[in-house]
């Protein structure tokens, strides 16, 4: 059952005034539960037992970290269908969707689970002693990777499970051995409570201290600012617009102890249609691309809304083809009416720009809440002039830039803020434009190669992160297991006594996993 309340640590709490309800868009009415805000009160008790529970909880096994991981996604399972029926209540979406991403969430987990088992992900290095080394005798240094402390995890609207709750990020940082508090998303406040009791479940099941996770309500920004400025709090994790991830960022830079925030954020992931591809596959990727500008209402960071060509009768053919699928598209409901209030604000600024055309605007009958997909022109000159353009319209839309010649098409790549991803669609020709190649590097996470931008593999080669605005830092992922890098620092012993280090350093290598000594990347003892 939902209750509304709030998950201070173990216990369930609501002692605040403030309260909210979710909203069911494809039925335009207000879900029934009432969420209660957390309190300034609330919020300092889930931080002091999350400060508590770090303690504790940055010394446990990785065998016992990976039993909390797996019966995380076993409890996740036994909700069964109260979890599916209220993700979709909450979020329109269907319950295939619901489906795959409970899947989806559940291999995250059970990745995490398998990588803290083995344990060689600390990169432990070890530089023995030299002695007789002159002038000056070597020290012996040891250096692993460990845990921050306590993170806040702030969920998007458009993942409730995968990228929410207990999505990636909530899994990297309880692998890497820090406790999280999850700022629950306004949108499927209930969808994040029945997640929440799932991983208290397997806290309590496996024995994790109390304060390793605590889930909090709010309708409004206060609650994840203040967790934000809490100088207990050692990370964040952020998923959603670049209006919040970089408000936080600027909240967590001016603490009087800074500290990192990972946030993932809009991208408008541009397409290369380069000159053979438009005039020998103009008809296959417009089909290809009307399925993926609407997948989801185009509710995905990895949307394909930046078309770039050269103008040519293949581009005329691409985009007449593209006009003519994607009005067979049935529209699809869109997650919240705030969502589809901004997409439909931000499809008028965009067509009031200057220069741009309409090419298609779905104009059949829809129900409320329904987003209808569109696709506009412009000529490249326009584009580079006007940056509001090169702006992020989150739902199904798309937009074709006109180039002069590759060279023109060069430039534009060249002044496109930082993806997600960035994508060339090439016949034998790839070779040729190199410089095209080079310019979209700069540029993005992941650099694709005919295919479609939407779907983000989980897998351990995933980027999914990129130069800013795409993230706000991109040296490191969000998807995959490499995203638990966010969450830790390295430490480095020097002359320490052998029984006193951690086992990962440990002459005898007791945890047997893989470390480089001495240069030597082995599974030895020393
Ligand atoms: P959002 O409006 O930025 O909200 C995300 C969370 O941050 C919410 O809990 C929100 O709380 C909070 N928040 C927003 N602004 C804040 C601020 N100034 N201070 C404190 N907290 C703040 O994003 P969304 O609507 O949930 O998600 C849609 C966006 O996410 C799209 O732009 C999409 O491209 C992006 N996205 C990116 C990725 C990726 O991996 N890069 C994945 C999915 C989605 P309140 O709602 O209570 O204000």
């Known amino acids: 059952m939902i209750t509304g309340k709030n998950y201070i640590g173990n216990v369930l709490s609501a002692t605040g005034n403030t309260t909210f309800k979710t909203f069911n868009p494809q039925k335009n009415q207000e879900n029934e539960v009432v969420f209660t805000e957390a309190t300034t009160i609330e919020i300092e008790q889930a931080v002091e037992l999350a400060r508590e529970a770090f303690k504790i909880f940055k010394t446990i096994s990785g065998v016992a970290k990976s039993k909390f991981l797996n019966e995380i996604a076993n409890q996740i399972l036994a909700l069964g269908d109260n ?82 709750t207990a999505g990636g990020d909530t899994a990297a940082a309880l692998a890497a051995g820090c406790p999280v508090i999850v700022k629950s998303h306004p949108m499927h406040a ?60 600027n909240t967590a830079s001016q603490r009087p102890e800074p500290i990192p925030v990972f946030a993932e954020m ?24 009307a399925k993926s500008i609407t997948q989801g209402a185009g509710q995905f960071c990895t949307n394909p809304g930046l078309i770039l060509a050269v103008k040519s009768e293949g ?68 584009f580079l002039e006007n940056t509001t353009l090169h702006q992020e319209v989150f739902g199904p839309f798309s937009m074709v830039v006109q180039c002069e010649n590759v060279e023109q098409l060069q430039v534009v790549i060249s002044k496109l ?36 931008p939407t779907g983000v593999e989980v897998c351990d080669a995933m980027v999914h992160g990129g130069p800013y605005p795409a993230s706000t830092d991109s040296r490191f992922t969000a998807v995959g297991v490499n995203s638990i890098k966010r969450w830790v620092r390295p430490i480095c012993y020097q002359n320490w006594p052998d029984k006193l280090l ?18 030597k990347h082995t599974v030895d003892v020393i």
């Open 417 to 452: 803020e930082g993806q997600l991803t960035g994508t060339i669609l090439a016949e034998d020709e790839l070779e040729n434009n190199l410089e095209i190649v080079n310019a979209l590097q700069n540029k993005v996470g992941r650099i694709i190669f005919n295919g479609v």
């Open 190 to 249: 209930g969808t994040g409570e029945l997640v929440a009791y799932a991983v208290i479940k397997a806290a309590e099941i496996t024995g994790m201290p109390n304060g390793v996770f605590s889930n909090l309500n709010s309708s409004g920004i206060e609650v994840g600012v203040t967790l934000v400025k809490h100088p207990a709090v050692k990370a964040v994790g952020f998923t959603g617009s670049v209006r919040g991830g970089r408000s936080l960022y």
């Open 83 to 164: 979890l599916l029926n209220i993700y979709c209540l909450e979020s329109g979406l269907s319950k295939e969707r619901a489906i795959s991403e409970r899947t989806r969430t559940i291999f995250q987990l059970h990745s995490f689970a398998d990588l803290v088992k083995d344990g060689s992900w600390v990169e432990a290095v070890i530089d023995t002693a030299n002695l007789e080394r002159t002038p000056v005798p070597k020290v012996d240094l040891r250096k692993m990777l460990m845990p921050l402390g306590p993170i806040v995890v702030f969920g998007a609207s458009n993942f409730p499970l995968a990228y929410s």
């Open 502 to 519: 951690p086992n990962e350093l440990k002459n005898e290598n007791p945890l047997g996993i893989y470390r480089s000594v001495n240069g």
């Open 266 to 289: 809009g991208s408008v992931n541009p397409v290369i249609l380069l000159p053979n591809a438009a005039s020998k596959k103009a008809v296959f990727w417009a089909k290809n691309y």
């Open 315 to 382: 581009l005329t053919s691409f985009i007449e083809t593209l006009a003519e699928e994607i009005i067979k598209i049935k529209p699809v409901c869109m997650l919240h009416p705030n969502i589809i209030g901004a997409f439909e604000d931000n499809k008028s600024t965009i067509q009031q720009q200057k220069g741009v055309k309409m090419v298609v605007d779905y104009n059949g009958e829809v129900s409320k809440n329904y987003g209808r997909q569109i696709i506009t022109t412009v000529d490249a000159v326009r």
